[in-house]
């Protein structure tokens, strides 16, 4: 097997045993064309997975060259099997993976600072429509030093403004 159809089976074992939750995701769908579209990526998906590991996986037959030697002649198989044993597949050698590898490494940081920010900033934002659906149902009974209680910089910078005489105008 080729070097490069080793790395492609070695892949796809990493793949299958990984595990996808194609269930998991399944449940993230909301239309039936986007359905159709995740049934077409899963089939194809196992298809290919299946040719990897049946295909790729399996060593060639070896020649029989006796059987060829009593059929066409000791003199052309022996050419044939010299040449065949001169054949030298060369070794795939991976140039790619060590450029990009630590470029992915740090985008994997970088992605995980990113969702930390994220799920803080969810929070901050939750927290907020909670204050603000609260306000929503006070908003007609309340009155403004209860609202200045809760937003003290407000009550600041209307104090300020009438002291300073300013009146927006």
Do not use: C
Request: proline residues 4%; aromatic residues 10%.
């Amino acid at each position: 097997m080729s070097g490069a159809g080793k790395k492609i089976v070695d892949v796809a074992k990493k793949a299958a045993s990984k595990g996808i939750d194609w269930d998991g995701m399944a449940k993230l769908l909301v239309s039936e064309e986007a359905r159709k579209e995740f049934s077409t990526l899963r089939r194809a998906f196992d298809e290919v997975n299946s040719t990897l590991q049946t295909k790729f996986s399996q060593k060639p037959e070896p020649i029989d060259w006796e059987y060829y030697r009593k059929g066409i002649g000791p003199r052309v198989v022996d050419m044939y099997k010299e040449a065949y044993d001169s054949i030298q597949v060369p070794k795939f050698v991976d140039t790619v993976t060590p450029q990009y590898k630590p470029k992915f490494d740090a985008l994997l940081v970088e992605l995980k600072e990113a969702e930390q920010n994220s799920l803080k900033e969810t929070e901050r934002l939750d927290k907020e429509i909670a204050e603000v659906q609260e306000l929503k149902k006070k908003i007609s009974t309340m009155t403004a030093d209860e609202y200045f209680q809760k937003h003290p910089e407000l009550k600041k910078k209307f104090d300020d403004e009438i002291r300073n005489d300013y009146w927006g105008y």
